[in-house]
């Protein structure tokens, strides 16, 4: 009994030290590299993302130019964790996925938030530390990190505020949601005290978890990226980062100035597969969930850079501020069972609420960003010698008679070839409309308010310039 005892003894203090020495880790340029695993599993992140130090690129503040889609701490530890697939789907039906692992560099927030992939809250430290994996330990029945996003019953997200929040962080947050409920006309934002709700906190950055629900969402307002709120709220939706599905070394490669890529950099931009995620539909370079095509991290006192070079002939508009068609399809499908309409994709949905839809999101234009007529100029009296300089009160007489709703009325139109005077070309104060009278077309006509002088000269012969407003015909 006394040799079993021993063996015991011995044993548990083996494991114990193995435990021990897995959780030192050491400090190399403010980055804390865990000693727990080096090895990646090659068939859930990108086979270019190998980690290389030293990284020779860095300065103490961001690269001019660059965007900066992470701010805050830069105290990071790179790890791996297991992460549940969720359910993925199978010919129509749900299965549970397997667990897999995962590379990557977590840091805590001030609100004792543990984040992965740059902004993404999954819990804890001691949550994603349980999560962790160890060779001389047994693989977990579960994990804190799931693939697959937890969504908002009926797509109502509740919400409340951290007491004693300012107006400008209610703010930032209220107008990212309208970006994306003005889109969505299906999706409520419901003040909540319940404790599924979410809620909305000052910080040093901007960070939300990954689908419903609780938890908080950081915003920081002051950290000079407006796109960030609503970039969060599509990850409170259940969307996850473009730039990391499993197809995009096929359009774009991560690259570092000096040709080596920090272990954060790797690990906050790794691909995965992402078993039951979205990634239906093609890649989309131009996604309010894509980082920026040259990007800055934070890592201790330092700022790396990175890019992500294109392939030849992908379109890129430039950085989003609002949210892509595919992303809000990408919402729409994954609430299929309360989404049906999209406001801003051209197909007129009366019976969902919607007034008019032009095709986009814009203001001014005669049809608002959440699918509502806008005011169009007002009528005016010939007699009453009311419109400007180089415009007269004309009559919408379109041909055939009463095609449109406006048709016998009379509004201050700009003579052929003149456009109004010092106003923007966003369609609030002047814009055109598609209609042809006894002469012809005349949809270079420009319509302006009583008053409104035209004496700026249009740049063709349609004025094209000037944007049409067929809501208002």
Known sequence: MASIAMMLSLFTSFFLLQLSDAQKSFTSGGIEESSILTSHIQSQTSPTSTIIEPVPSQSSTPSENRAVDIFGTGNYTVLDIYVSGGQEQSNGCNATASTYVRTVAYTVTPHGNAVIDGDIIVGTEADILNAAVHPSLRKRSSSIVSNAPQKWPRGVVLYNYQAGLDKKHIDYFQEGVKQWTDRLPFLKFEYSTDRNART???????????????????????????????????????????????????????????????????????????????????????????????????????????????????????????????????????????????????????????????????????????????????????????????????????????????????????????????LDRSGRDQYRVEWENRHGGQTHRVFVKPGQACRDVCSDIQCSEVPIKNTCR
């Open 200 to 422: 909305v906190v000052a910080s040093d950055g901007n960070r939300s978890p990954y689908g419903c629900c609780g938890g908080m969402i950081e915003l920081c307002p002051g950290c000079g990226n407006t796109r960030s709120a609503r970039h969060e709220i599509g990850h409170t939706l259940g969307l996850y980062h473009e730039h990391q599905r499993p197809d995009r070394d096929l359009y774009m490669t991560l690259s570092c100035p000096g040709g080596k890529c920090n272990s954060v950099v790797i690990a906050n931009t790794a691909t995965f597969v992402g078993t039951g995620m979205n990634w239906a539909g093609s890649y989309d370079v131009n996604s309010l969930m894509h980082y920026s095509l040259s990007g800055s991290l934070p890592v201790g006192s330092k700022w790396y850079d990175f890019d992500f070079k294109l392939i030849p002939g992908l379109f890129y508009k430039g950085y989003a501020e609002l949210p892509s068609r595919l992303d809000v399809q990408r919402v729409c499908e994954l609430y299929y069972e309360d989404c049906h309409s999209i406001c801003g994709d051209g197909i007129f949905s009366p019976g969902y609420g919607e007034e008019c839809d032009d095709g986009n999101n814009d203001n001014g234009d005669g049809c608002s960003s959440s699918c509502k007529k806008e005011a169009c100029v007002p009528t005016c009296h010939p007699s009453n010698h009311e419109c400007g300089d180089k415009a007269s009160c004309t009559t919408f007489d379109t041909s055939p008679n009463g095609l449109f709703p406006r048709t016998g009325q009379t509004f201050c139109m700009c003579e052929a070839g003149f456009r109004g005077t010092g």
